[in-house]
């Protein structure tokens, strides 16, 4: 059977792709004069493959196959191939679904108001910025403090398995989509009794029924 194995790669790895190095223990074989008859033991060793190219767009489901470098079997000796599959890291920031990404942007409703633009730092660490007429847009079509906003071709890329063709050099790998979420948080706010005096900051707002009011 081939020998199968985890290989742990960060979201940021897959975006951008990679070179790993591997090391393992597998199983050899030896003879050994066991009461005047030859027997195979099985012994374990250390290996060790020096480059495993991580392409982007790699996911959970890449497997990726190491020719003879797995277990020896007893009789021929031939080795098995090792099977190295992707295990994706889950990342602070993004989640990955499919080819699709999805950022939640935590914004207070004194940045809203305060037109503060969201700014969004990419795996391959460039800046995105959302404006706050964008923002206050997804925000009227949805009558939610909880909306998203689409961004087409910034999400992973699309892994081609013929990309490395003559006919495809030159040419720009695709991505999917980026879903940015955007959760404006609301400061819980004590409610002003008859008689009472007091200044309302900027996060002094309550959602009712989807609408932004006074406290």
């Known amino acids: 059977?081939?020998?199968?194995?985890?290989?742990?790669?960060?979201?940021?790895?897959?975006?951008?792709?990679?070179?790993?190095?591997?090391?393992?223990?597998?199983?050899?074989?030896?003879?050994k004069n066991l009461e005047s008859q030859?027997?195979?033991?099985n012994n374990f060793a250390s290996a060790r493959i020096e480059l495993v190219e991580i392409r982007?767009?790699?996911?959970?489901?890449?497997?990726?196959?190491?020719?003879?470098?797995?277990?020896e079997s007893p009789g021929d000796g031939?080795?098995?191939?090792?099977?190295?599959k992707i295990k994706e890291l889950?990342?602070?920031?993004f989640k990955r679904i499919g080819d699709d990404l999805i950022y939640t942007a935590e914004i207070t409703l004194s940045q809203a108001i305060n037109a503060e633009p969201v700014e969004v730092v990419t795996l391959d660490g460039r800046k995105l910025f959302v404006s706050f007429d964008e923002i206050i847009k997804y925000l009227i079509d949805q009558f939610s403090p909880k909306t998203v906003k689409e961004?087409?071709?910034?999400?992973?890329p699309i892994e081609h398995k013929g990309e490395h063709k003559p006919t495809n050099f030159g040419s720009k790998q695709q991505k999917g989509s980026l879903y940015i979420r955007f959760d404006i948080r609301f400061r819980p706010v004590k409610r002003i009794e008859e008689g009472e005096t007091t200044q309302l900051s900027a996060d002094s707002w309550l959602i009712d029924d989807g609408f932004i009011t006074m406290a």
């Open 78 to 84: 031939v080795c098995s191939n090792l099977v190295l």
């Open 1 to 31: 059977d081939n020998l199968v194995l985890d290989l742990p790669c960060t979201l940021i790895e897959l975006y951008n792709g990679c070179s790993k190095q591997v090391d393992y223990s597998r199983t050899v074989l030896s003879l």
């Open 151 to 156: 961004v087409l071709g910034e999400g992973m």
């Open 90 to 93: 889950e990342h602070p920031k």
């Open 38 to 41: 030859f027997r195979w033991q």
């Open 56 to 71: 982007p767009g790699y996911s959970g489901s890449t497997k990726l196959t190491v020719e003879r470098a797995g277990n």
